[in-house]
């Protein structure tokens, strides 16, 4: 095996590396792959040049690579992937005013065991204690718990 070889081994398993950590989340393959053609081509060095080249190419892969891995930290590379974006949507937020317990409305879609239904002319998710009810039935608000609107047949 060349030294050139050697060398592309290197460079691929850092890109390698520097993918997991800055792109891939979580422990992939992709970064397994880098660390082992790194090791892959440290041993073929030592194997086909001998201890002194070997432990040359040992250090200029450890340095190179704790480098590399310096300057993508410091060189605001998170800040250039990162998304910048806040969500501040919110989902079923409940009027107090316009729903209470014991309202009557119907069913727009099936409830099972949550769904739609409409109120005073207003569509609200809800959700029942597990009973199954059709669409288009008369319900009634028996309770309202942290955001959610439960219901029941209208008897």
Same mark, same amino acid.
């Given at each position: 095996?060349?030294? &050139?070889?050697? !060398?592309? /081994? #290197?460079?691929?398993? =850092?890109? *390698?590396?520097?993918?997991?950590?800055?792109?891939?989340?979580?422990?992939?393959?992709v970064g397994i792959a880098g660390v082992a053609l790194i090791a892959f081509s440290?041993?073929?060095?030592?194997?086909?040049?001998?201890?002194?080249?070997?432990?040359?190419?040992?250090?200029? &892969?450890?340095? !190179?690579? /704790? #480098?590399?891995?310096? =300057?993508? *930290?410091?060189?605001?590379?998170?800040?250039?992937?990162?998304?910048?974006?806040?969500?501040?949507?919110?989902?079923?937020?409940?009027?107090?005013?316009?729903?209470?317990?014991?309202?009557?409305?119907?069913?727009?879609?099936?409830?099972?065991?949550?769904?739609?239904?409409?109120?005073?002319?207003?569509?609200?998710?809800?959700?029942?204690?597990?009973?199954?009810?059709?669409?288009?039935?008369?319900?009634v608000v028996s309770h309202i718990l942290d955001n959610k609107i439960f219901v029941?047949?209208?008897?």
């Open positions: 095996m060349s030294l &050139t070889l050697i !060398i592309i /081994l #290197i460079v691929a398993g =850092l890109l *390698f590396i520097l993918l997991e950590v800055l792109v891939i989340p979580g422990t992939t393959v440290i041993w073929e060095s030592y194997h086909v040049f001998g201890s002194p080249v070997g432990h040359y190419i040992l250090f200029a &892969t450890f340095l !190179i690579t /704790l #480098i590399t891995i310096v =300057l993508a *930290f410091k060189s605001n590379t998170w800040h250039r992937l990162a998304l910048k974006t806040e969500i501040r949507g919110k989902v079923n937020v409940i009027d107090f005013d316009s729903i209470h317990p014991g309202d009557s409305g119907k069913a727009i879609s099936r409830i099972s065991p949550s769904g739609k239904a409409v109120f005073n002319d207003e569509f609200f998710e809800v959700h029942t204690n597990g009973d199954f009810i059709d669409q288009e039935t008369e319900v029941k047949r209208k008897t």
